[in-house]
Nanobody
Framework: QVRLVESGGGLVQTGGSLRLTCTAS????????IGWFRQAPGKEREFVAA???????LYADPVKGRFTVFRDNYLNTVFLQMNNLKPDDTAVYYC???????????????WGQGTQVTVSS
């Protein structure tokens, strides 16, 4: 069992930045791949980024070049640095843990409660 808690969401203007934090606890969280997903009102949940314990990260096309995902395994923490934010980035952001590096939500076994990100125009 892995418990995930997101933080760092908030209200920001277009072009601004936010850093989301996902803090993991429980059974060896550093062994899991961590993904970020988001869900906007009236839309389906979508993949944002994912990071393995070591190795290459994955990004969805809409966030490439603007978002960076990285982790600190000693602190069992994963960060999502979001720069040049746009109104379309407005959503609830979730982190999730999986035993595989995946862009598909159903392959993630554990989820956080989410944190709201709102980008004003």
């Amino acid at each position: 069992q892995v418990r995930l808690v997101e933080s760092g969401g908030g209200l920001v203007q277009t072009g601004g930045s936010l850093r989301l934090t996902c803090t993991a606890s429980g059974r060896k969280p550093s062994n899991y791949y961590i993904g970020w997903f988001r869900q906007a009102p009236g839309k389906e949940r979508e993949f944002v980024a994912a990071v393995p314990t070591i190795g290459s990260t994955l990004y969805a096309d809409p966030v490439k070049g603007r978002f960076t995902v990285f982790r600190d395994n000693y602190l069992n923490t994963v960060f999502l640095q979001m720069n040049n934010l746009k109104p379309d980035d407005t959503a609830v952001y979730y982190c999730a843990a999986s035993s595989t590096l995946s862009t598909v939500g159903y392959e993630y076994d554990f989820w956080g409660q989410g944190t709201q990100v709102t980008v004003s125009s």
